[in-house]
């Protein structure tokens, strides 16, 4: 007797009307018959230009019912099954008021004004928030990896996937694994703006607090502090791929495929992928929370990706931030074709090791 999920297969039409059912791209799956699950976290507290990356994984929800099904790299890659699983709406409301308080933090820092005890509090009480939304992606990825589900997470600002890096690295600490981090920057700042869990600290806090991390390899970099790049140099654990160097070795004679070989080359077997959605040209992502001029193209990152796979790597979990937020239909769009081609090839590269 066929399964359910071979049931909901039979039964659905792929070239029909996209549905707008709660599900990404309107798919049928449920939680535990889909391969794939879309972590939601609406969180953008301690963005530290433009807010509204809170939203955006809603954004890439109500676009996704306009994407075609046909993966041109991944035969009947909707069969796999992609599950998105709800946002809770104590979350949401919470980034509300957090991200007042917050606010009003970093206008005093960016006015030179010293903070108060006040604002002191406010700080203390976001990092408690933030630990807390940590260890609760921890939890609940951890328990979805002990279920063999593919997870991506959809962010929300930068700092949401530190949860389940640590998630990853305690699931994978016989064979340990690397990061390649597509963005803009190099999100290396200890603490930024006094936000322990800051979106431009997070691979500060990995590398920092992942045991079991052998790499973390950074492209499309083109905005980033002296602090950091000290830290990248100072660090056999970093790789680091600017944009201008990617640029200047294309002007000299080579090859992006030449490029991309070396990038790949910097990576164990086991990749987990971290997606800022700002490490594409800004006009993909315009409305993104710290837009930077010049990244890479759509076909330029998904190359990048597809070469993962083609060299036996297995990417074991991914995520995609910063995406601009409701009301930004570009960017939900680009965004979900993103995150539709990441899990694609993420899970095609399990049938392949």
């Known amino acids: 007797m066929a399964s359910t999920k071979d049931q909901k ?7 029909g009307v996209g549905l707008q059912n709660g599900n990404f791209i309107g798919l049928p799956f449920d939680a535990e018959e889909a391969d794939i699950i879309l972590l939601a976290v609406p969180w953008d507290v301690t963005v530290s230009y433009s807010d509204g990356t ?14 075609d099904l046909e993966d041109t790299d991944v035969k009947n890659a909707w069969h796999y099954g992609i599950h998105w699983l709800e946002t809770n709406n104590d979350l949401i409301e ?28 406010f700080q203390q009480k976001i990092n408690e928030a933030c630990e807390n939304l940590k260890n609760r992606i921890f939890a609940q990825t951890t328990e979805l990896l002990q279920k063999n589900k ?20 305690n699931h994978y600490q016989n064979s340990g694994f690397g990061i390649l981090h597509i ?14 869990y800051s979106h431009a600290s997070i ?47 294309q002007f000299q004679g080579q090859t992006y495929d030449q490029i991309v ?26 409305n993104t929370g710290t837009p ?12 990048l990706m597809k070469k993962i796979v083609q060299a036996k790597k297995k990417i074991i979990g991914f995520d995609l931030v910063e995406v601009g937020g409701l009301g930004n239909e570009w960017d939900g769009n680009v965004g979900a074709r993103i995150l539709y081609k990441m899990a694609n090839l993420a899970r095609l590269s399990w049938d392949l090791n």
């Not at 077997?269 to 490490?279: A, W």
Request: with cysteine.
């Open 261 to 286: 070989t070396k990038i790949i080359e910097d990576l164990p077997p086991m990749v987990y992928i971290s997606f800022d959605i700002d490490g594409l040209d800004p006009s993909l992502c315009p």
């Open 150 to 169: 593919l997870i991506g997470l959809v962010g929300g600002d930068h700092s949401t996937p530190l949860g389940y890096l640590s998630a990853i690295d």
């Open 203 to 249: 691979f500060y806090n990995a590398i920092k607090g992942l045991k079991n991390c052998k790499k973390l390899v950074q492209v499309g970099i083109r905005d980033f502090c002296q602090e950091e790049m000290s830290l990248s140099i100072d660090s056999d654990l970093i790789s680091v791929f600017t944009m201008q160097a990617i640029r200047e070795s």
């Open 54 to 67: 809170s939203t955006g994984p809603a954004n890439i929800l109500e676009a996704s019912a306009q994407l």
């Open 292 to 303: 930077v001029g010049e990244g890479f193209s759509f076909f330029e990152a998904v190359y």
């Open 94 to 121: 919470e980034n509300k008021s957090l991200r007042v308080l917050a606010k009003s933090v970093i206008d005093c820092l960016e006015a030179g004004i010293p903070l108060d005890n006040k604002h002191l509090e």
């Open 9 to 15: 297969i039979a039964k659905f039409d792929p070239n």
């Open 183 to 196: 963005d803009a920057h190099m999100d290396l700042r200890k603490a930024y703006e006094g936000f322990e």
